[in-house]
């Protein structure tokens, strides 16, 4: 059968708007990237029409009667490579419809995913998703129909559809609507270019501690100050990399500032409280 299944059925893709980013995914395993993608944030985004993602199976597109897919490297050695043929007939349907499309491969020898690129890829156009397992793909097809290759980071899976899906999630949650509360994206980790500010909840006293008073004064000014303060204050320490890359304002420097003469002067104090008298 040449046909495409969809992420959580024929209905809710009929009943996506205009609006809707359409990312197809060419894999062996569309079972994984449908159960990755059915629940929370991403799963509501599709329920709501902001998001469709169809699955592509290359065994589909096999000529034989066993549906092969792979064949034994040129040249010797372990494992085995995807095949051109129905890897390129499933790219090819998956490609297919309006508009302008973004192939991207998944793959370790890509370029590192950052939130930034997830940005560019959520403002389209239509992604095309091509998931590898074994030793990967026949080079020639990715030459032919690839337009770029991404990691999620430098370790190797077994196959590109958690990389697939991660990178679904990340572009699913930055589709207007699909937050409850739009601002939360604007404020989280990278968005930017510093880690997020930590976060408290009730009870706001505890066997574990307190929150911090200033969240509790109201006083809306300080509380943003005081989130600022701790995101730069996190980055300075966690992420050095991140604060090297951002352009600071004068608050922002003055904020770290004091970061950093609070967390010198608390280390010297538990210093001071540990040394031998
Ligand atoms: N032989 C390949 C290499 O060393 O570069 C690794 C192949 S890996 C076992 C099988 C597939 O998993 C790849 O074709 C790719 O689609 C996917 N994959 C593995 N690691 C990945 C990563 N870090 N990011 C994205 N995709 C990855």
């Excluded at 939130?115 to 397992?133: D, N, S, Y």
């Excluded at 990340?170 to 990278?190: C, M, P, V």
Aim: proline share 5%; hydrophobic share 40%.
């Amino acid at each position: 059968m040449h046909g495409a299944s969809w992420s959580i059925g024929i209905r809710i893709f009929e009943g996506v708007g205009k609006g809707a980013m359409r990312i197809d995914v060419v894999t062996l395993f569309p079972e994984l990237i449908e159960n990755c993608l059915r629940s929370g944030v991403v799963g509501r985004a599709q329920e709501r029409g902001l998001l469709a993602v169809r699955t592509w199976n290359p065994r589909d597109f096999a000529t034989d009667s066993h549906r092969t897919v792979d064949d034994r490297p040129c040249g010797g050695g372990p494992g085995m490579v995807m095949m051109i043929g129905p890897l390129q007939a499933a790219l090819e349907r998956a490609q297919d419809g309006d508009g302008p499309v973004r192939t991207v491969y998944l793959s370790p020898q890509g370029v590192r995913l950052t939130q930034a690129k997830v940005a560019q890829f959520a403002r389209g156009p239509r992604l095309v998703l091509l998931c590898g397992r074994y030793e990967g793909v026949d080079e020639r097809l990715l030459a032919h129909a690839v337009d770029e290759e991404v990691s999620i980071g430098d370790y190797v899976l077994s196959g590109g559809e958690l990389a697939a899906a991660v990178l679904i999630d990340a572009i699913g949650r930055l589709q207007d609507g699909a937050l409850n509360d739009a601002q939360s994206a604007e404020q989280d980790s990278f968005s930017d270019g510093l880690l997020d500010c930590p976060h408290y909840t009730r009870p706001v006293r505890g066997a574990l501690g307190d929150v911090p008073p200033v969240l509790l004064s109201g006083d809306h000014a300080a509380i943003r100050r005081w989130r600022r303060k701790q995101a730069l204050g996190r980055t300075w320490l966690r992420r050095p990399d991140l604060l090297a890359r951002t352009e600071l304002d004068a608050e922002s420097r003055r904020l770290l500032d004091e970061f950093r003469r609070e967390h010198e002067a608390a280390r010297d104090q538990t210093e001071a409280g540990t040394r031998p008298d």
